[in-house]
């Protein structure tokens, strides 16, 4: 099998030349039932290098509709996001921190040509309804 290291740090090198750094954020909570709200028990986050670019009409065509006319609207992004020191996969609902904004990952795909060692991530996210990132209390 192939070892794609120099290739995850080249991305994460152009990435960042290109764009800038973020944060990604997986949120973990239980309901209470008797106060009938979300309690956060636990967060992952994890620092990496994003950089925002056009989508095309083949990025498009995974997303539902509605998501794809918010995007012609300029309200949702998409991303390459380097995967060099992720820790998690990221996938929909989680968290990503840019530019001074909350995000909500949509949808993500990795370039991960041996199945093991992704490289990076197309990702499409949505604005959130979160004006910082939440902290476990």
Do not use: C, H
């Not at 740090?9 to 979300?38: F, H």
């Not at 300029?74 to 991303?79: Q, S």
């Not at 990952?105 to 197309?122: D, E, K, R, S």
Request: aromatic share 10%.
């Amino acid at each position: 099998m192939a070892d794609y290291t120099d290739d995850i740090n080249s991305a994460y090198d152009d990435i960042l030349d290109a764009g800038t750094s973020a944060t990604i954020s997986r949120v973990s909570s239980t309901y209470n039932e008797v106060e009938e709200t979300e309690v956060i028990t636990a967060i992952k986050t994890d620092a990496t290098a994003v950089v925002s670019f056009p989508a095309s009409s083949q990025m498009l065509a995974p997303y539902e509709n509605d998501f794809i006319q918010d995007y012609r609207k300029g309200k949702n992004r998409f991303f390459y996001v380097a995967a060099k020191g992720l820790t998690f996969e990221p996938e929909p609902g989680d968290l990503l921190y840019f530019n001074s904004k909350v995000w909500e990952i949509a949808g993500a795909t990795p370039l991960n040509p041996n199945g093991v060692q992704p490289i990076l991530y197309a990702m499409g996210v949505k604005p959130s309804n979160l004006s910082s990132l939440p902290v476990v209390p």
